[in-house]
């Protein structure tokens, strides 16, 4: 499993990381809360410490939680109950209070990814919607049974969108997902790639805006 761990002790990371790897997990280890945001998406897991010099981890979490469904266990030297609260209700899956006890860890480690996997969807065919079909395996869209020419980015946001049909996509979770930054500069860009995608699939009424939040795709 490839683990991303946030910890700015080095001598704790050290640990840490040896001992994951010793156990089959690969580590990627940052110091800052803010390069969670970058390397969260080629992770299955995430140990955040909520001590970080740049962010607060509960902040990290936060800003993660607003793009991603990453599992994530807290590290947290404060043992104070507000902190474990308020990561648990900000979307932390569980908690440990440091000094960690590392069978413990690898323990909470496989709790807590069995349950993931127990929420993850099951394997999906092509996802209709009207008479469009969008098929995320082989990057096809066909309207009315004819297929329709997407650019790599067109097809990214469709899928995306796709992937959660009738439900509201936030525009930092589209940005993220096909830009790998929530807080894509030229966020602009997301609009034209919409604008062209309601002009090639022809059916407007199945792209919708939803105002100071994003796109859905669907009724
Ligand atoms: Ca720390």
Same mark, same amino acid.
């Given at each position: ?96 209070? *440091? ?19 127990? /929420? ?32 790599? *980015? ?45 002009? *090639? ?14 796109? /859905?795709?669907?009724?």
């Amino acid at each position: 499993m490839q683990i991303l761990l946030a910890e700015d002790d080095d001598g704790v990371a050290a640990a840490l990381v040896e001992v994951l790897y010793d156990h089959g997990h690969v580590t990627r280890r940052v110091r800052h809360g803010r390069d969670v945001l970058t390397y969260h998406r080629s992770s299955d897991l995430l140990l955040l410490d909520l001590g970080l010099p740049d962010l607060d981890g509960l902040d990290v979490l936060r800003a993660l939680r607003a793009v991603s469904d990453l599992p994530v266990l807290v590290l947290t030297a404060r043992g104070d109950e507000r902190s474990v609260v308020r990561g648990l209700h900000l979307g932390a899956d569980d908690y440990l209070v *440091k000094p960690v006890r590392l069978a413990e860890l690898l323990a909470r480690i496989d709790a807590v990814t069995r349950r993931s996997r127990g /929420r993850a969807g099951t394997g999906t065919g092509p996802v209709r919607v009207g008479d469009v079909e969008i098929d995320l395996d082989v990057r096809r869209v066909t309207v009315g049974g004819d297929p329709v020419g997407l650019t790599t *980015k067109e097809f990214d946001v469709l899928a995306a969108l796709a992937a959660r049909a009738g439900t509201a996509v936030s525009r930092e979770q589209l940005l993220d997902e096909v830009w790998g930054d929530a807080y894509h500069a030229v966020s602009r860009s997301l609009d034209v790639h919409l604008t062209q995608l309601r002009a *090639k699939l022809r059916r407007p009424e199945l792209l919708t805006t939803i105002r100071g939040f994003g796109y /859905r795709l669907g009724e």
